[in-house]
C-alpha cells in the first residue's frame, strides 16, 4: 500500500482537477447533459455560479463590515440569506415587469438632486456634527471623473424606488389573514438539508449510447417549449429629444444680465438678489479651483476683491459670482494634459509609439491636436487631453509622482501606469481657494418648448406615414 500511495494520490488529484474543469464550464451542457442549475425561481433558472457569484459578494461586504474573515460555523447562515435574497429579487424584477411599474430619469435626478439625497450617497459628506455639506455634495455629482460611480449609483437608486412603488402598489390591495401569518411563520422556521450524489455522465462511453432519430423526435416534442423563439420586430426610429432649447437657456441668461445690471448700475445689494431669485440658498462659499467651469475661472481669476462676474456655466446651469478674494490652502491643485497610449498590443510597442509621440512634440507639434488624435482616453482626448484640477489621492500613483514634481509648462517623457504610457503635460499648479457668494438659475424646459418639440414629432409622423418614413426624415434632416 505504501509504494501505491503516490500514485493513488496523484490520480486522485487529478481526477479532482478534471472534475473542478469540467463542473466551472459549459462542456457538460454541449456533451447533452444537465447544466450546472442549483435552483428555478418562477420558471427562471438560476445556476450554480450566479449563487456562487451572491455569496462571494456578500462574504467581502461582511468582511469589509467586521475587519474579518466569515466563521465557518455562520456559513448555512449565510447561504440562506443569499438564496432568499435571489428569489426575493427574481421575483420583484417579474412583478416590475407585469404590473409595468418604471422610473424615469427626472425621477432618479430629483431624489439624488433633491433636499434629503440618499443616506448612501451624502453619508461621505456628512462632518462629525451631523452637517450635510451639500456644496462638496454636488461639486462630486458633477465631476466627470465621478461619471462611473454615478451611473452606479443611479441605479442603485432606480432598484430602490422600483422596490417602494411594487410595495406601494401591492400594499395598497392586500388584506393579510391570520392563516397567512401562521403559514409564513411555519415557512421561515422549517428547513430541509439534503444529502445528494453527482452522476457524472462522462463516465459512461459514448460507445454505449444508442440515440436515434425517433429518441430526438420524441425529445423534441417533450421539450419543444425550449426551441420556442420569441416574436421580434426590427425598429427604426426618429428622436425628438425633450430637453430644454436654446431659447429657454438665453432666457436664463437674460435675466441674469438683467440682476447683474441692477446690481452694478442701480446698486442692488447681491444677497438680497439671491434671497429672491437663485434656485440656490444664500451662503459664502471658500470653493476649490476643481469647482468652477474653465470660463468661470478665467473671469474670477481676472476680477478684484468685491467684483461681480457672470453669468457663466455651472453645474446648476448658470450663475452670477460675487468675488472676495483668494485664502491659502493646505492642498495644492494641478493641472495637466495627457496623451494615453495603450492601444498597440504590447508594451514594448506602446512604448515605442509614446516616445514617437513625445518626440514629435519636443519637435513642435500641437499637444491638443495631437491628444485628439492619438490619446486612448476618450474623455479627454476630445478636450485636447485636459485633465482639469485635481490633488494628490485623484491618480494612480506614478501619474500623480509626475504631475506634481514636474514643472508647469515642460513636457515629460512617457510615464508607465496601469493603464499604459502617458505623455503629460502640467498646466497649472495652486495652493489657495476662492471665497465667493453665488446667484444661480437652472435652464428649464418652457411649456413653449415642450409644445414645439411635440409637434416636430406629431407633423413628422404625419408626414411619414405620407411619404416614406426614410425618405421623410432624410428631407428633413433627422437621424434614423
Known amino acids: 500500500m505504501r509504494s501505491l500511495a503516490?500514485?493513488?494520490i496523484i490520480t486522485v488529484g487529478a481526477l479532482f482537477v478534471l472534475f473542478m474543469v469540467i463542473s466551472d464550464s459549459n462542456v457538460l451542457e454541449a456533451l447533452g447533459g444537465k447544466t450546472n442549475y442549483i435552483g428555478i425561481v418562477n420558471g427562471k433558472e438560476i445556476s450554480y455560479q450566479e449563487f456562487q457569484t451572491a455569496l462571494d459578494r456578500q462574504l467581502e461586504n461582511l468582511k469589509q463590515q467586521t475587519g474579518q474573515d466569515v466563521d465557518e460555523s455562520q456559513m448555512d447562515q449565510i447561504r440562506e440569506q443569499v438564496w432568499e435574497s435571489i428569489v426575493n429579487q427574481v421575483l420583484i424584477e417579474q412583478a416590475v415587469e407585469k404590473f409595468g411599474i418604471t422610473v424615469s430619469d427626472e425621477e432618479i435626478k430629483e431624489i439624488i438632486l433633491g433636499e434629503n439625497p440618499p443616506d448612501f450617497l451624502k453619508q461621505n459628506f456628512v462632518d462629525s456634527l451631523g452637517n450635510f455639506?451639500?456644496?462638496?455634495?454636488e461639486q462630486a455629482l458633477f465631476d466627470p471623473r465621478n461619471k462611473e460611480a454615478l451611473v452606479q449609483a443611479e441605479?442603485?437608486?432606480?432598484?430602490?424606488?422600483?422596490?417602494?412603488?411594487?410595495?406601494?402598489?401591492?400594499?395598497?390591495?392586500?388584506?393579510?389573514?391570520?392563516?397567512?401569518?401562521?403559514?409564513k411563520f411555519i415557512d421561515q422556521n422549517i428547513s430541509m438539508e439534503a444529502d445528494y450524489v453527482l452522476?457524472?455522465?462522462?463516465?459512461?462511453p459514448e460507445s454505449e449510447i444508442q440515440v436515434t432519430d425517433a429518441d430526438l423526435k420524441a425529445y423534441y416534442d417533450k421539450n419543444i417549449h425550449l426551441y420556442k423563439q420569441p416574436p421580434q420586430r426590427k425598429l427604426q426610429f426618429v428622436l425628438f429629444p425633450n430637453v430644454p432649447s436654446a431659447d429657454d437657456t438665453n432666457l436664463v441668461i437674460k435675466?441674469?444680465?438683467?440682476?447683474?445690471?441692477?446690481?452694478?448700475?442701480e446698486g442692488a445689494d447681491f444677497k438680497e438678489m439671491v434671497d429672491i431669485y437663485s434656485e440656490i440658498p444664500y451662503s459664502r462659499d471658500t470653493l476649490s479651483v476643481q469647482y468652477f467651469t474653465p470660463e468661470a475661472l478665467k473671469l474670477i481669476n481676472a476680477a478684484n476683491a468685491g467684483d461681480v462676474i457672470g453669468p457663466v456655466p455651472a453645474p446648476q446651469g448658470f450663475t452670477l459670482y460675487k468675488f472676495y478674494g483668494k485664502v491659502p490652502s493646505s492642498e495644492t491643485f494641478a493641472r495637466a494634459s495627457h496623451i494615453l497610449i495603450n492601444q498597440h498590443g504590447s508594451d514594448e510597442k506602446n512604448l515605442e509609439e509614446a516616445n514617437k509621440v513625445y518626440n514629435r512634440l519636443i519637435a513642435g507639434e500641437d499637444f491638443a491636436k495631437l491628444a485628439k488624435e492619438l490619446s486612448a482616453d476618450p474623455g479627454s482626448g476630445k478636450n485636447g487631453g485636459d485633465l482639469g484640477f485635481f490633488t494628490k489621492g485623484m491618480m494612480v500613483k506614478e501619474f500623480e509622482d509626475a504631475v506634481f514634481n514636474g514643472k508647469v509648462g515642460?513636457?515629460?517623457?512617457?510615464?508607465?501606469?496601469s493603464y499604459g504610457y502617458h505623455i503629460i503635460k502640467v498646466t497649472d499648479k495652486i495652493n489657495y481657494k476662492y471665497v465667493v457668494e453665488r446667484l444661480s438659475m437652472q435652464v428649464k424646459q418652457s411649456a413653449t418648448t415642450k409644445d414645439r418639440i411635440f409637434n416636430q414629432a406629431n407633423d413628422f409622423s404625419f408626414l411619414a406615414n405620407k411619404n416614406g418614413f426614410?425618405?421623410?426624415a432624410k428631407l428633413m434632416g433627422y437621424e434614423i
Open 6 to 8: 503516490p500514485a493513488f
Open 133 to 137: 455639506n451639500r456644496q462638496l455634495y
Open 155 to 183: 441605479e442603485f437608486v432606480r432598484q430602490q424606488r422600483l422596490t417602494q412603488k411594487l410595495q406601494s402598489y401591492l400594499l395598497a390591495g392586500i388584506v393579510v389573514t391570520e392563516d397567512e401569518v401562521k403559514q
Open 199 to 204: 452522476f457524472d455522465v462522462n463516465s459512461v
Open 255 to 265: 435675466n441674469l444680465q438683467n440682476i447683474l445690471r441692477k446690481i452694478k448700475e
Open 410 to 417: 515642460e513636457i515629460q517623457k512617457p510615464v508607465k501606469t
Open 470 to 472: 426614410e425618405s421623410e
